[in-house]
């Protein structure tokens, strides 16, 4: 076990993968479980239960979807639904779609956003767009056609 400053602490197996995470302050616990290139996260939250679960499914090194699920134990309900999709140009990291329901009292909601990413001429990550919608239709936004910078240097 390794702790850390921000009231974390990590365990690792004997191949140095990730398979606890412990939040020190909240009493929470993070059981990390792997098959092949599957990763599969189950949280624990005090005495109350199963509080989330997450799954991460890879190819070839290469993220491929993500899954995360907040459930209320307490209320007995699930409370936010993730789903990430990731797609790739060759080795490069071209799209990502996320979309995110969340489960209100009396509403829920239901949000897609699209990431575009664009890679400089040494492969790294330059530049994003992000395009929200609303079912299958664009929803306007104040950042239409912005471009965000990537301010630090990596290669996905």
């Known amino acids: ?3 850390s400053n921000s009231g974390y602490r990590y365990g690792f197996n004997n191949e140095g993968k990730l398979i606890l995470v412990d939040q020190i302050n909240l009493n ?21 239960g199963i509080q989330s679960l997450s799954e991460c499914k890879s190819c070839n090194h290469q993220i491929q ?4 699920c907040l459930y209320h134990p307490v209320e007995n309900h699930i409370i936010e639904y ?10 490069k990291l071209c799209k990502t779609n996320v979309y995110r329901f969340v489960n209100e009292r009396d509403d ?14 040494d492969g790294y990550l330059s530049h994003y767009t992000v395009t929200e919608y609303d079912g299958n239709s664009i929803k306007p936004s104040i950042w239409d056609g912005h471009e965000f910078d990537i301010k630090i240097k990596r290669k996905v």
Do not use: C, P
């Not at 829920?108 to 001429?121: G, P, V």
């Open 65 to 68: 979807s993500y899954v995360f």
């Open 28 to 48: 929470s616990h993070e059981f990390i479980f792997y098959n092949n290139e599957s990763e599969i996260g189950i949280t624990f939250f005090g005495n109350d």
């Open 82 to 91: 993730v789903k990430e999709d990731y797609a790739y140009s060759e080795t």
């Open 1 to 3: 076990m390794s702790e």
């Open 108 to 121: 829920f909601l239901l949000r897609r956003k699209e990431y575009a990413f664009e890679h400089d001429s």
